[in-house]
């Protein structure tokens, strides 16, 4: 069976996003040990946002529709399953939701897996993975943040431990890396790398934040000697500080930062280079 891999050969990655230029360097005391990255809005400037941005908008009928037809099923067939997909996603979120767990993360191509099948589909035919990927690039498009892969090297040529802090799927590491022109695996540090689709809850959860405090108490690393970057207040900021560790609001550009109700208040930094100046202070 042909990966799943191969069907990123067939998408062209885009110039890199331009951000914010002024330069606002934020002091960071004491100077991070180690730096989580969210993804999408962070290191890559996407089209729609994470699944849980595309749940709740429960748009791109064209993504389905061209998915289906690439793979040998109909227009019909792909708006249906644009119906069973979302309608999967907050099925799962209300069954976990009863069981405590707020937000739950699914399994995106366990939901594919389902609605092939449904369509009278072969799984090893037309392979969940692939379906899935091949939807996800087309309804979401991303392209790096520039100068975010510059800043990767040259923070972990500095020592400095890296990780990512995530709403992501199966997908995400990969087309980071194609995204980045990077090897995600190189630059990450497994013990310092949570993606929400491991886990089984997703972001604001107390959860995911717990674990990575938990995880840095492990590690040997206090939690404020670990900042978290993401561009989303609510979901990155808010719940980061609240057990402990630093945070930095990314504000890279107007589409992709989200204020919440912070009103941008708060550290935060709004291109690369400031980043990598606040290492430098």
């Not at 064209?62 to 067939?77: K, N, P, Y």
């Not at 800043?151 to 972990?156: D, P």
């Not at 890296?162 to 890396?177: D, E, H, K, R, V």
């Amino acid at each position: 069976m042909v990966s799943w891999l191969s069907i990123l050969q067939e998408f062209q990655v885009d110039e890199p996003a331009p951000t914010n230029p002024e330069g606002y360097v934020p002091a960071l005391e004491p100077k991070p040990k180690a730096i989580l990255f969210d993804v999408y809005g962070t290191l890559v400037c996407p089209r729609a946002g994470d699944l849980d941005e595309q749940a709740k908008l429960a748009s791109g009928e064209e993504s389905f529709i061209a998915t289906a037809e690439r793979f040998g099923f109909s227009e019909e067939m792909g708006l249906k399953w644009h119906k069973w997909f979302f309608q999967a996603i907050k099925a799962e979120h209300k069954e976990q939701e009863r069981k405590g767990i707020v937000p739950a993360e699914v399994l995106v191509d366990r939901i594919w897996a389902e609605m092939i099948a449904r369509a009278g589909g072969d799984p090893t035919v037309s392979p969940p993975r692939m379906l899935a990927a091949y939807r996800e690039l087309i309804a979401n498009p991303v392209r790096p943040f520039s100068g975010a892969a510059e800043a990767l090297a040259k923070l972990k040529g500095k020592g400095i431990m890296l990780g990512l802090a995530s709403n992501s799927q199966f997908y995400t590491l990969p087309i980071l890396g194609k995204v980045l022109d990077i090897k995600p695996e190189k630059f990450f540090d497994a013990e310092l790398t949570f993606l929400s689709f491991r886990l089984g809850f997703s972001k604001p959860s107390p959860y995911f934040f717990r674990l990575i405090r938990t995880r840095a108490l492990y590690l040997g690393l206090r939690p404020e000697e670990v900042l978290v970057v993401g561009n989303d207040c609510e979901n990155d900021v808010l719940p980061a500080t609240a057990h402990g560790l630093q945070a930095l609001l990314f504000w890279g550009d107007a589409q992709s930062v989200r204020l919440g109700r912070t009103a941008g208040k708060g550290p935060m930094v709004t291109n690369y280079e400031a980043l990598l100046k606040t290492f430098a202070m």
